[in-house]
């Protein structure tokens, strides 16, 4: 089963990536991109049928090595 | 004084903390990230460089290896653990020190020398210090520390902000801090003190010819400490 998780900065960590990109965006005239955040995002083949139990699996993935807490939150989509 | 200096994939100073530390008078030995446990030291130091290329975020990986348990083990029963640059960022990963290194404000990657100020003396490894200011190197695209306000807080409180980014006349401020770490950060301890990570290279500046010896008075600081 493939379970999939967005692993973004939380807000108030600062994003220089983000804002580098929202620059440039601007600068090619998407004059109203107002702010970009940039993120990570994971395909993860889990052997395990059961979904509820593959999404815990993955949970405790991301608390452990796939998101920093001190400055990343996780969505598992 | 023993010690021992761990080897991930991707390290790239662990040859330079080698020549440094066996030239002040440790005996020192290499270990190999992937053996189970480390020999008798009284000093583990974590090298610079992107060990596993820096995948995922610097240091997450290595955080996660095979040796780290005994470095754990090893800090909590008080021994010495240094992590250096890279080997500071392996250090926030598994938690024995507060916080993480984020990507430089500005994007770039510094490598330049510095000036930092030792802000706590009440250690193994800055006691007795003759200086207040060191020049030493740096050379890193993750050096800009970041942590909660809490954790701020209880660095402060305990004093566990080890060595801050300033000018050479010991200014602290916007324009002498290179990456945007908060409060000018270069370096912390854990609550115990035993465990220091830092951005700048001491082994970089052990010669006069070559760059400088402000990282010698480091090494033999902690010489000094362990007699």
Known sequence: MKIKVIVTLKNGVLDPQGKAIQQTLNGMNF????????????????KEKDEKKAKSLVDDMCKKLLANLVIEDYKIV | MRSSVI??????????????LKKFGFKNQMVWHN??????SDLIVLPGGFSYGDYLRCGSIASKSKIIKSVIDFANSGGLVLGICNGF??????????????????????????????KDKQNKYFKDLKKELLELHI?????NYFCSDDELKSL????????TY?????????????NGAIKNIAGIFNKN?????????????IDKYLSGEDGSLFFKNILDNFK
Not at chain 2, 7 to 20: E, K, L, Y
Not at chain 2, 139 to 143: C, D, F, L, S, Y
């Open chain 2, 166 to 178: 300033c000018g050479v006349d010991g200014t602290e401020n916007e324009t002498t801090n290179p």
């Open chain 2, 156 to 163: 402060e409180d305990n004093s566990q902000i080890a060595v």
């Open chain 2, 35 to 40: 053996d189970q446990s480390i020999p008798k």
């Open chain 2, 7 to 20: 080897i991930f994939p991707g390290s790239n100073c662990d040859r330079d903390m080698d020549v440094a």
């Open chain 2, 193 to 205: 003190k035993n465990v220091l990570g830092m951005m700048p290279h001491p082994e970089r500046m």
């Open chain 2, 139 to 143: 050379a890193h695209n993750e050096g």
């Open chain 2, 89 to 118: 960022q392996i250090l926030t990963e598994t938690g024995l020190l507060n916080g993480i290194l984020q990507q430089n404000k500005f994007l770039n990657f510094i490598c330049s020398n510095v000036y930092v100020k030792v």
């Open chain 1, 31 to 46: 004059g109203n991109v107002e702010d970009v955040r940039q993120g990570k995002y994971f395909e993860i083949e889990v």
